[in-house]
T-cell receptor
Framework: KAGVTQTPRYLIKTRGQQVTLSCSPI?????VSWYQQTPGQGLQFLFE???????NKGNFPGRFSGRQFSNSRSEMNVSTLELGDSALYLC??????????FGEGSRLTVL | GQQLNQSPQSMFIQEGEDVSMNCTSS?????WLWYKQDPGEGPVLLIA?????ELTSNGRLTAQFGITRKDSFLNISASIPSDVGIYFC???????????FGAGTTVTVRA
C-alpha cells in the first residue's frame, strides 16, 4: 500500500512569493492534515480536511490556506511568504481519529 | 489548547542501554500515540494506546497509558544505533483528528 506522498520535497522561494504544496494520502484515507515543523516551535497543526471540507484549523494567519479535492488529494498554499515560513511542512492522512500517517514532508526555505 | 510536556528533551545513551521518556498533560487524553522521526523524514507511528493502564509492546519498544489518563511513557530496551531520532508523544483532542504533540525527545546512541 503506497504511503502518503508529498511534492515537492524541497523548494526555495523568496519573500513575498507564494507557494503551493501537494499531498496524496494513503488510498482510502479521507482525512488529510497539515502540520508545520520548525526547530523552535515543534509540530504545529495547520488544518485538517475531510471530504473536501475544512474541519479543523490551527492558529495560523490567513496567508496559509488549503483545500482538498474529491479524490482526497490536498494542497496547501502560503501567500506573501515571510522568512519565518521556512519550515518542514508535513501532510498526514488518517482513517481513524488520532492515528496519523505522515509523508516525508516538503522543506521550504524562504530567502 | 492542550499542552503535552515531554521529557527529557534529549539524551545520549550507550548502545545496549534501556531508554525511558515520558509525556504529561494537564488534560485527560483518551488516546496516546508515540511517533519517531528520523532525519529528513516524516514522523512514523510506533505505538498507539487506547485504554488507561494499557501496556503495549512493539519489538523493543514498550509504552504505557497512565492510569490518570494524563501521562504516558515509552521505553526502548537494548538500544541500537538505528534508535537515533526524535521521539514524539501525541494525543488527539477528544472528538477530532487534530493532534497535540510534545516537543520531542532527541535520542543519540553512542556505539
Amino acid at each position: 500500500k503506497a504511503g502518503v506522498t508529498q511534492t515537492p520535497r524541497y523548494l526555495i522561494k523568496t519573500r513575498g512569493q507564494q507557494v503551493t504544496l501537494s499531498c496524496s494520502p494513503i488510498s482510502g484515507h479521507r482525512s488529510v492534515s497539515w502540520y508545520q515543523q520548525t526547530p523552535g516551535q515543534g509540530l504545529q497543526f495547520l488544518f485538517e480536511y475531510f471530504s473536501e471540507t475544512q474541519r479543523n484549523k490551527g492558529n495560523f494567519p490567513g496567508r496559509f490556506s488549503g483545500r482538498q479535492f474529491s479524490n482526497s488529494r490536498s494542497e496547501m498554499n502560503v501567500s506573501t511568504l515571510e522568512l519565518g515560513d521556512s519550515a518542514l511542512y508535513l501532510c498526514a492522512s488518517s482513517l481513524s481519529i488520532g492515528e496519523l500517517f505522515f509523508g516525508e514532508g516538503s522543506r521550504l526555505t524562504v530567502l | 489548547g492542550q499542552q503535552l510536556n515531554q521529557s527529557p528533551q534529549s539524551m545520549f545513551i550507550q548502545e545496549g542501554e534501556d531508554v525511558s521518556m515520558n509525556c504529561t498533560s494537564s488534560s485527560i487524553f483518551n488516546t496516546w500515540l508515540w511517533y519517531k522521526q528520523d532525519p529528513g523524514e516524516g514522523p512514523v507511528l510506533l505505538i498507539a494506546l487506547y485504554k488507561a493502564g494499557e501496556l503495549t509492546s512493539n519489538g523493543r519498544l514498550t509504552a504505557q497509558f497512565g492510569i490518570t489518563r494524563k501521562d504516558s511513557f515509552l521505553n526502548i530496551s537494548a538500544s541500537i544505533p538505528s534508535d537515533v531520532g526524535i521521539y514524539f508523544c501525541a494525543g488527539p483532542r477528544s472528538n477530532d483528528y487534530k493532534l497535540s504533540f510534545g516537543a520531542g525527545t532527541t535520542v543519540t546512541v553512542r556505539a
